[in-house]
């Protein structure tokens, strides 16, 4: 049996956890500056992501639409009154019969109202306002508040959920 005197043991074990160590230079403490211009950057990020696939909404553009959908799939679409739609087909079969109705005139106007990113997830909150020309002999609208979640995938960020509440139509009960 070989037995090793502590005085070679100890540096050895020293240099052996030293090498292994963090080999980027960096500190223990995150770079505040660093940290801040990465989360800027992811915002502005999915702004742009958000501008994108709320415009092909609105112009009706199903190809840009399904760009903007998480690649995995899994995209979930949550409706009051409905059933969790919980893939990229389904989404996507929702829009395409929406789209292809040519009997009624509708517009469907965006804001968004807030993002917040982390490193692979984020969120956004808009607010979209639904209207027709004529539903049931009168103009119809939809005031909706709807959010949205978003997962970065190689290095991209994409829409996995959109749930959508409505405020206010034109068609709830004035007291």
């Not at 070679?8 to 956890?17: H, M, T």
């Not at 230079?25 to 950057?41: R, V, Y």
Request: proline share 3%.
């Amino acid at each position: 049996m070989i037995v090793m005197k502590k005085n070679i043991l100890y540096p050895f074990l020293f240099l052996i956890c030293f090498s292994c160590g963090d080999q980027s230079g960096s500190t223990s403490t995150p770079d505040p500056a660093l940290a801040t211009a990465k989360k800027e950057a992811n915002e502005k990020e999915m702004k742009a992501l958000m501008k994108k696939h709320l415009d092909s909404v609105t112009n009706r553009d199903l190809e840009t639409l399904e760009s903007t959908l998480t690649p995995k799939g899994d995209m979930q679409l949550i409706l009051p009154s409905t059933e969790i739609i919980k893939s990229n087909e389904g989404f996507m079969d929702y829009h395409r019969e929406w789209f292809s109705d040519t009997t009624t005139v509708w517009d469907f106007k965006t804001e968004i109202l807030n993002v917040k990113a982390g490193s692979e997830l984020g969120m956004a909150v808009t607010e979209v306002l639904y209207s027709e020309e004529e539903r049931n002999g009168a103009p119809y609208f939809n005031r909706m508040t709807v959010s949205y979640d978003l997962i970065k995938i190689d290095n991209k960020w994409y829409v996995m959920k959109d749930h959508a509440s409505s405020v206010e139509k034109s068609t709830d009960r004035k007291q």
